[in-house]
């Protein structure tokens, strides 16, 4: 096996490659959108979507650079240790009819991606049994050392949708958020903390342990963590492609567009047949378990897990 220095090494050439290609693409869809030709798009403006663009400095006015300026994002938006989520990734649904070209740097892009994260699971393997906190400590350090010291790994993970081949048809469609709610122990909490934070130094970490060594014996059992298995996003069902009679049609579920979905533009720079959607997700009629109500604070953060509320 490697040394963990060896593959540290690997790790700023690999993000510098990534951030170049990242903003090959965006000077691609730049041209696109000076370009004599209009190329048809659709983004959805949700309120997520509206808050990216924010972020962003963008307009929905001019889709492809506020496209270009979400794919080159590869950093924090805000300081690392500012206290925000570090799972929060930018979202911008939608579609873009694109030419071949920026197909390619795309596919380019996502090659880079796979190979920056690939090194990061490398190096974190041969980090061995260190604590998950330290884990974490020594790859902001190794990303620090190469030159971005705010690099956002999710947002460097995740690929860029695309379609490789201009399909028939695409349908769109709105998925609702899921949540999954377990009841959780007091030791298991406990545990799951000293994890987090096995050398006692982070204050949070150890303000959450205060507060569940003094919940009361009667809240014990109330303890409830909240998974979400996928927010509420616009999800690409399925690209069609349709055959010669006799043949069977092709589907496919390219996957959830977090990010716009680059699609091959015809002659006139159009995408083929698609579904549109309304701009904001339809509420859910769900109705909430009374027995099951929780508070609207986390009390213990780190761990996403709420206290039961009886009703």
């Known amino acids: 096996m490697k040394d963990h220095r060896e593959l540290a090494r690997t790790i700023a050439p690999l993000l510098e490659q990534l951030h170049s290609s990242a903003g090959q693409l965006r000077e691609s869809l730049e041209q696109l959108q000076s370009a004599g030709k209009p190329w048809q798009h659709y ?10 663009a924010l972020a962003l400095g ?9 496209a270009g300026a979400l794919y080159t994002q590869l950093d924090y938006a805000e300081p690392v ?14 579609l873009l009819a694109v030419p071949q070209k920026t197909l390619r740097l795309a596919q380019q892009l996502n090659t880079h991606k796979e190979s920056f994260s690939a090194a990061i699971a490398d190096f974190r393997a041969v980090l061995g049994e260190r604590p998950v906190a330290e884990r974490d400590r020594t790859v902001r350090e190794v990303l620090a ?25 695409i349908t769109l469609s ?26 006692g130094s982070d204050p949070g970490i150890q303000y959450q342990r205060q507060l569940l060594a003094g919940l009361h014996k009667s809240q014990q059992d109330d303890l409830r ?12 069902a399925e690209i069609f492609y349709s055959h010669e009679p006799g043949e069977e049609d092709e589907y496919h579920q390219v996957g959830y567009s977090s990010m716009p979905i680059l699609v091959e ?47």
């Open 43 to 52: 983004l959805l403006q949700p309120q997520f979507a509206q808050e990216t």
């Open 58 to 66: 963008q307009s929905f006015e001019r889709p492809f650079s506020l």
């Open 81 to 94: 240790d500012s206290g925000s989520d570090a799972r929060a990734t930018l979202q911008l649904p939608g």
């Open 145 to 169: 050392d190469a030159g971005f010291p705010r690099a956002h790994l999710r947002q460097c993970y995740r690929l860029v949708l695309l379609c490789a081949r201009r399909p028939d048809a």
């Open 174 to 199: 709105w998925i609702k958020a899921r949540k999954s709610i377990r009841k959780v122990s007091v030791k298991w909490c406990e545990k799951k903390l000293v994890q987090l934070d096995p050398l």
């Open 225 to 236: 963590q909240v998974q979400v298995q996928s927010r509420p996003n616009l999800q690409v």
């Open 265 to 311: 533009g015809n002659e006139a720079g159009q995408l083929p047949e698609f579904t549109r959607v309304d701009h904001q997700p339809s509420l859910s009629r769900r109705r909430q378990r009374r027995d099951l109500a929780l508070s609207t604070e986390a009390f213990l953060p780190a761990l996403r897990v709420f206290l039961r509320e009886q009703r």
